[in-house]
């Protein structure tokens, strides 16, 4: 059983921000933070095997107005499995369809608590939301 001290999991939410934050284009800070506060609810509705596959088609854009996207939901789930210990590949979503159903949830479970954590941190880190 995984247990939590809230101090690491909200270290843990900071740096993976952090890293969506060198990692997306400046212009696109803002529009991070609302892809961030949408996660919680994203991932509650569509699972995280929908957002690596999102994460995927969103990275290997052309357009800069949409790789944004997919670099936030990779960041998200490079945080989710070293924070779970959850040996998953966050650029192949068959690893996610495939798991035990019983992790799968649990680990579905900690990614809407890390979405929650990640939503409240993004606007500190990456400015207040603007329209994707």
Known sequence: MLKLDTRNFSESAYS???RVKDAVDANNHKKATSIVQSLPSYISTW???RLAGDGIKYAQAKSE???Y???VYQEFLKTLKDLSKVA???TNPKTLID???TVYTGLNRLAIELAREWSFWAPTILGEAEEP
């Open 16 to 18: 993976g921000l952090e």
């Open 47 to 49: 699972g995280l095997h």
């Open 65 to 67: 107005d949409t790789k």
């Open 69 to 71: 996207k997919g670099q």
């Open 88 to 90: 998953f590949d966050h």
């Open 99 to 101: 798991m035990d159903l």
